[in-house]
C-alpha cells in the first residue's frame, strides 16, 4: 500500500512559501507515495491546486495530515498543527530550534520524527539538500533590490549629455552565500562594491566577484574560520579593530547590507548607531539578521526606519519568502533530494537509517524523544521540572547524567542569512 506525503498550507500569514513544487511532487508519485496538498497551498508561490492535480496530486484539507506518513512544511508546526499529525509521522522543515526548546519538546510529546534541514552537513552528498545555501542565495539577491528600492538615486555609473552620475558604493558584512550573492547582484546593477567577513577564504571568493576586501588581516583573522568553512566568534578586541575600520569605511558608503549570524546565538552587532549617524542622508541599510536581533543598531524586525539623520534601515523578514516563487521551487527540490535518501526503492516504503550521516545529523525527535545531541539535555531538563514542582514523594535518585554535548560550531548555518 502507497504511503502519504502531505503538504499543507503554511499557516503562518507571513510565510508565502510552499514545501512542494509540481515538479517535485511528481517524482515524489514516481517514488511511490500518494501526495495531498492543501488547497491553496502553493497560491502565494505562483502554483495553482490545478497545477499539482496536473502532476498526480490530491487536493485536499488539513484534516488530512492525520494519514501522513510524511508531512513536508516550510516552517516548524505549531502545537495545532502537531494535534492532527499522527505518532510515528516524519514531519521534514526548517525547524528554527535555538532557543524554541519548548517547541522542540512538543514534536516529541506527539511522536513525530521530526528533520531539522538547516542542520544538513556540509558535505558533497547533501549539497542538493542545502536549505540555506539555496534560500540565503535568494535572500542575497532580494536584499540588494530592497536597498535598490530605498536608496532615491540609480546604482551604475551614467554618463549623459547633461552630466555623469557617480555609481553608489555599496559595502557587504558577512560573505557567505547571501553576501557572495548580494555582491553579484550589486555588480551586475554597476554598484562599486566592498566588502568584509572574518574568514580568510572570504578575501579570495570578493575578489573573485569584482569587489575589494575590507578587514583587519592579523593572527586571529587568519584562524577565524573552523574546519567545516564556518565563521568562529571573534574576540572582543578584534571586533574593536575591526569596527574601527569599518566605522570610518561605513561613512562614506550609500549602502550597507549586513549578513552576519552566529547559529544559536543572537545576531553580532556590527554598525553601531553612531556609524549610522555617520551616513550620508538618503544612505540605505539592509539587515538580514534582524530577526535574530539584528547586526545594525535600530533595526526592527519587519520595518523600514528613517533615523533623525536620514537613513533608512531595511528591516524586513523572511526575505527569501520575498522573492516566493523562486524560493519554493529551490526548497522543494531540497526536500525531495533529502526524502529520497529515506526510502526503500525496492518496497517504496519510508525505511529511516538512522546511522546515515544525513539522518543523524538533522533529526530532532524520534520515538517520543529529544535525540538531536544539541538539544537532548534541555529537553531532559524540562521534562522533569514539573515533577520537582509538586509536593509529591520524591523520585529514586536519577542515573548520573552524560557529559553535555557541545554545541556544534558549524552547526549548519552559513555565516550569514
Known sequence: MAQTIFVP????????????????????????????????????????????????????????????????????????????????????AIMDPYGNDAAVASMARAGVTAFSMEFMPRITRAQVMDVLSSQANLAGYQAVID??????????????????????????????????????????LGAVVTATDVRPA?????????????????EEFKQAET????????????QAKQAALTAEHIAKQD????????PGRPAPRLVSAAMVASMKPGSVLVDLAVERGGNVEGAEAGKVVTTANGVRIVG???????????????????????????????????????????????MLTDA??????????????????????TDEKPAKPAAKKPAAAKKPAASKSKGDA
Open 9 to 92: 498550507k503554511e499557516v503562518d500569514a507571513s510565510e508565502p512559501r510552499v514545501a512542494a513544487s509540481p515538479e517535485t511532487v511528481k517524482r515524489l508519485a514516481g517514488l511511490g507515495f500518494d501526495v495531498v496538498v492543501e488547497a491553496g497551498a502553493g497560491l502565494n508561490s505562483r502554483i495553482t491546486d490545478a497545477d499539482y492535480q496536473a502532476v498526480g496530486a490530491k487536493i485536499g484539507k488539513v484534516s488530512d495530515a492525520a494519514g501522513a506518513d510524511v508531512v513536508l512544511k516550510v516552517r516548524r508546526p505549531t502545537d495545532a498543527e502537531l494535534k492532527g499529525y499522527k505518532p510515528g509521522a516524519a514531519v521534514i
Open 147 to 188: 536597498a535598490a528600492a530605498e536608496y532615491d538615486r540609480a546604482l551604475p555609473m551614467m554618463m549623459t549629455a547633461a552630466g555623469t552620475v557617480p555609481a553608489a558604493k555599496i559595502f557587504i558584512m558577512g560573505v557567505g552565500v547571501a553576501g557572495l550573492q548580494a555582491i553579484a547582484t550589486a555588480r551586475r
Open 202 to 218: 572570504a578575501k579570495e571568493q570578493v575578489a573573485s566577484l569584482g569587489a575589494k576586501f575590507i578587514a583587519v588581516e592579523d
Open 227 to 238: 574546519a567545516g568553512g564556518y565563521a568562529k566568534e571573534m574576540s572582543k578586541e578584534y
Open 255 to 262: 549602502i550597507v547590507i549586513t549578513t552576519a549570524l552566529i
Open 316 to 362: 524586513h523578514v523572511n526575505v527569501a519568502g520575498r522573492v516566493a516563487a523562486s524560493a519554493s521551487l529551490l526548497y522543494a527540490k531540497n526536500l525531495y533530494a533529502f526524502l529520497e535518501t529515506m526510502v526503500d526503492k525496492e518496497t517504496k516504503q519510508l525505511a529511516i537509517n538512522r546511522d546515515d550521516e544525513l539522518v543523524k545529523a538533522t
Open 368 to 389: 517520543g524523544k529529544v535525540v538531536h545531541p544539541a538539544f537532548a539535555e534541555a529537553a531532559a531538563k524540562a521534562a522533569a521540572q514539573p515533577a520537582a514542582d
